[in-house]
């Protein structure tokens, strides 16, 4: 059964960084185009970035361009960068995968003021 799994999620204050890790159980990444997903409570699941199969091809959510970048650590790893970091930020974030629609558990990231 393939599994997706995010970490680096935290606490952090308002201007910090963060680093989140998507990995796939034992799989290489290269094959699926791998995009970050946000969901506040009460609130649809949102779209934050995506780069694309077997390129660094990214896509990039207006509220984060600029602020957050997705990348390919190695073969297995897909991270997202998230700098600037403001209190609107706070959600819990996921990735996914195309094709196979993976999905992660998610992770939490609270930015405070």
């Known amino acids: 059964q393939v599994q997706l799994v995010e970490s680096g999620g935290g606490s952090v204050q308002a201007g910090d960084s963060l680093r989140l890790s998507c990995s796939m159980s034992?799989?290489?990444?290269?094959?699926?185009?791998v995009s970050w997903f946000r969901q506040i409570t009460g609130k649809e699941r949102e779209f934050v970035c995506s780069?694309?199969?077997?390129?660094?091809?990214t896509s990039y959510a207006d509220s984060v361009k600029g602020r957050f970048a997705i990348s390919r650590d190695n073969a297995y790893i897909v991270s997202l960068q998230m700098n600037s970091l403001k209190p609107e930020d706070t959600a819990v974030y996921f990735c996914?995968?195309?094709?196979?629609?993976?999905w992660g558990q998610g992770t939490q990231v609270t930015v405070s003021s």
């Open positions: 034992g799989r290489t990444m290269i094959m699926y185009t």
């Open positions: 780069i694309q199969q077997y390129t660094h091809t």
């Open positions: 996914a995968t195309t094709p196979g629609n993976y």
